[in-house]
């Protein structure tokens, strides 16, 4: 099944204490992304992969770090979670180097920083 | 700064009505205007989506309608149905980055 994972689905954590929340995609995309949804904000952009060992920043990349050493992974970095970044997480793909049509979306990482 | 304005926040609408989301941009670079619908716990899934050289699309009980000139687009749910009640996105697509609305969180009452 064509699928975008995501783990852990839930954590809470405490201000400070790095995690990192796992990105797989089976679907062979080039283009990966991760995105943060809050209440009346919408998705917004954190980083955004067009290939390995290239990402670049989204809108709100303060606070985060990713990397892309393989086509399929994309991990989302915290190096020292604060309660601002209490929010959920979604990680995407899309096919042919871009957002050229469609993205996929993973089921969400909803992340507690306390 | 957000670069896409979606209302209403919320909606609610009885089985069988029309619903009507809008959205609204600023920046003439936009390519391209997908709507995603999300239903709770899953990840948004594209529903739409329009190019700007066409005024409207429709896809089942589906429509998009695009503005150019008013810089404004909607979506359209005809003959509603509880089924349909769900979060939706619009969003609009400039170089490699898709910037989304706020979200509307739309209800069908039965």
């Known amino acids: 099944e064509a699928q975008v994972t995501q783990n852990p689905r839930y954590l809470i954590t405490v201000t400070g204490k790095k995690l990192t929340v796992t990105c797989s995609q089976n679907?062979?995309?080039?283009?990966m992304s991760w995105y943060r949804q809050d209440p009346g904000l919408g998705l917004r952009q954190i980083y955004y992969?067009?290939?390995?060992?290239?990402?670049d920043k989204g809108d709100v990349p303060e606070g985060y770090k990713v990397s892309r050493k393989e086509k399929r992974n994309f991990p989302l970095i915290l190096e020292s979670p604060s309660p601002n970044q209490t929010s959920l997480y979604f990680c995407?793909?899309?096919?042919?180097?871009?957002?050229?049509?469609?993205?996929?979306f993973g089921e969400g990482s909803r992340l507690t920083v306390l | 700064q957000q670069q896409v304005k979606q209302s209403p926040q919320s909606l609610i609408v009885q089985k069988g009505g029309i619903s009507i989301i809008n959205c609204a941009y600023e920046n003439t670079a936009f390519d391209y205007f997908p709507w995603y619908q999300q239903f709770p716990g899953k990840g948004p899934a594209l529903l739409i989506a329009i190019r700007p050289d066409v005024s409207e699309k429709k896809e089942g009980r589906f429509t998009i309608s695009f503005n150019k000139s008013a810089k404004q687009f909607s979506l359209h749910i005809m003959d509603s149905q509880p089924g349909d009640s769900a979060t939706y996105f619009c969003a609009a697509r400039r170089a490699q980055k898709l910037v989304f609305g706020q979200g509307t969180r739309l209800t069908i009452n039965p």
């Open positions: 995407a793909s899309s096919p042919a180097g871009g957002i050229s049509g469609e993205l996929f």
């Open positions: 992969s067009m290939n390995v060992e290239a990402t």
């Open positions: 679907m062979n995309h080039e283009y």
